[in-house]
């Protein structure tokens, strides 16, 4: 449909350009939007940008490096063990509630940036999850029935984790999770009207060329109607909120010998309909 359009931020860290991508070209949004952020989406934004597409002029993104697609969220929330197989191979019990957690706002960054591995750590672990945007407050719904009118789009993230922080030091996961960089985000957020099922997408990640994840959102244990309701009752969901929904099979902490990342490793990820990212793995 040549209605159909993303968003995505181009520029170096901080200095990041809202663009459109729309029938094969990048289109500058700048006469709309000061950037993709919190306010963007509370002021019916993504409206504004339909609205907009025959006006917006060009942009020619030469070598810009592709930043996250949506400016600094008020907070990220997180999802644990929301698919069986990746319970199982973690040794816990599927859970019979969400389990959630927050990780640092400040941990976003661009879909093709370099991630830090923290000093000292030897258990750096990569998965690809299905993130959700919020585009209109959420609280205190009444089913999970009403959850998807509150999403903005979706987007690749990448929750990447420390898992000697997260569950042999103590304390809650957040830790083991708010590492700068830890949160490679994009290309594109994708909006929700153009994705017609969340539970009907691939994902897969690669390290160094190999196959490492390979699952379906099909496969999760708590929908993301569900997750959305849910986080609802003990929170409130603002525009711009990201949500990570989860993580199937695959990740380092589940397979024989425990591949965790190191310095010059190569992440790939992908998710069917919402893009391909690349993180570099570098010693911080």
């Known amino acids: 449909m040549t209605d159909q359009f993303t968003l995505a931020r181009l520029g170096a860290p901080g200095e990041e350009i809202p663009v459109v991508r729309h029938a094969g070209r ?36 030469g070598t810009l490096r ?33 389990v959630v957690f927050m990780k640092d706002p400040s941990t976003l960054v661009g879909p093709f940036d370099d991630v830090l591995i923290p000093r000292g750590s030897v258990k750096t672990d990569w998965e ?24 903005a789009g979706y987007a690749v993230s990448n929750d990447v984790s420390e898992r000697e922080y997260q569950l042999e ?30 539970q009907q997408l691939g994902l897969r990640l690669w390290v160094n060329g190999e196959a490492r994840q390979d699952g379906t959102t099909a496969n999760m244990l708590f929908s993301v109607a569900h997750v959305i309701w849910y986080l609802s009752q003990f929170m409130v969901l603002h525009p711009g909120d990201v949500i990570n929904t989860g993580t199937p099979a695959g990740v380092a902490l589940g397979i024989p010998g425990n591949p965790y990342l190191r310095a010059g490793d190569v992440v790939e990820l992908e998710i069917d309909g919402l893009g391909r990212a690349r993180q570099g793995m570098v010693q911080a």
């Open 26 to 61: 990048t289109l500058d949004a700048r006469s709309i939007a000061s950037d993709f952020d919190p306010a963007f989406f509370a002021s019916n934004g993504l409206a504004r940008v339909a609205d907009a597409l025959g006006s917006l002029p060009g942009f020619d993104a």
């Open 66 to 98: 592709v930043g996250a697609p949506i400016g600094r969220p008020g907070k990220i929330v997180c999802i644990g063990l929301n698919y069986s197989d990746h319970a199982e191979e973690t040794g816990q019990t599927p859970p019979v509630e969400p």
């Open 128 to 151: 690809v999850e299905l993130a959700v945007v919020i585009g209109s407050t959420a609280r205190y719904l009444d089913s999970p029935e009403e959850a998807l009118a509150h999403v």
């Open 169 to 198: 030091r103590g304390g809650q996961w957040d830790k083991g999770k708010s590492c700068e960089t830890f949160n490679p985000f994009g290309p594109d957020l994708v909006p929700a009207s153009q994705v017609a099922d969340p």
